[in-house]
T-cell receptor, first 116, second 113 residues
């Protein structure tokens, strides 16, 4: 696609519910990142994929958070048993490759999760 | 540890020049990025510095001093549409993500008429 697409844009969940957030990266981008952005803060790294391989999940805050990218394209971030502190915008970003590429990330508009 | 500092808020007047500073201490360094983020929107790439010096791109310029762990973003001829948050981010070469970006908290710039 032309840009990184995320859905849903807005999600309201009751505490304890499971949620799934989807990211469709730019076509051909090998690298995919998930970030969490709390209100008034900068994005904080959650996890990174290169193709279908999850190479770094050091930023996932707890074992309630799980991400996958089974075919190396679309990715899903799943949060189980949501808590109020999970309320944030979840940003997905993808990156191209190549010698002339500065390596900047292209971000989606994010999924805003509110846990009541 | 990793630490990136930038002012929380700044205010400037339309048509003026504003400089947003960023200092960083990271375990590795492989480039510094500036992103612009309007409220409720995706961060968008503005500039990239990996060597010391000034990079100019239209009304926006970015400077880097690696020895001082310091960068600034310079915005000239400010327009109302420049009101946004500006995010400083460092790519940590030694991170497990082969180039993950570590972000500061962002500087919220308000441009007044």
């Amino acid at each position: 696609g032309a840009g990184v697409s995320q859905s849903p844009r807005y999600k309201v969940a009751k505490r304890g519910q499971d949620v799934a957030l989807r990211c469709d990266p730019i076509s051909g981008h090998v690298s995919l990142f998930w970030y969490q952005q709390a209100l008034g803060q900068g994005p904080e790294f959650l996890t990174y994929f290169q193709n279908e391989a999850q190479l770094d999940k050091s930023g996932l805050p707890s074992d309630r958070f799980f991400a996958e990218r089974p075919e190396g394209s679309v990715s899903t971030l799943k949060i189980q048993r949501t808590q109020q502190e999970d309320s944030a915008v979840y940003l997905c970003a993808s990156r191209g490759h190549g010698r002339l590429n500065t390596g900047e990330l292209f971000f989606g508009e994010g999924s805003r999760l509110t846990v009541l | 540890g990793q630490n990136i500092d930038q002012p929380t808020e700044m205010t400037a007047t339309e048509g003026a020049i504003v400089q947003i500073n960023c200092t960083y201490q990271t375990s590795g360094f492989n480039g510094l990025f500036w992103y612009q983020q309007h409220a409720g929107e995706a961060p968008t790439f503005l500039s990239y510095n990996v060597l010391d010096g000034l990079e100019e791109k239209g009304r926006f310029s970015s400077f880097l001093s690696r020895s001082k762990g310091y960068s600034y973003l310079l915005l000239k001829e400010l327009q109302m549409k420049d009101s946004a948050s500006y995010l400083c981010a460092v790519r940590d070469r030694y991170g497990g993500s082969q180039g993950n970006l570590i972000f500061g908290k962002g500087t919220k710039l308000s441009v007044k008429p």
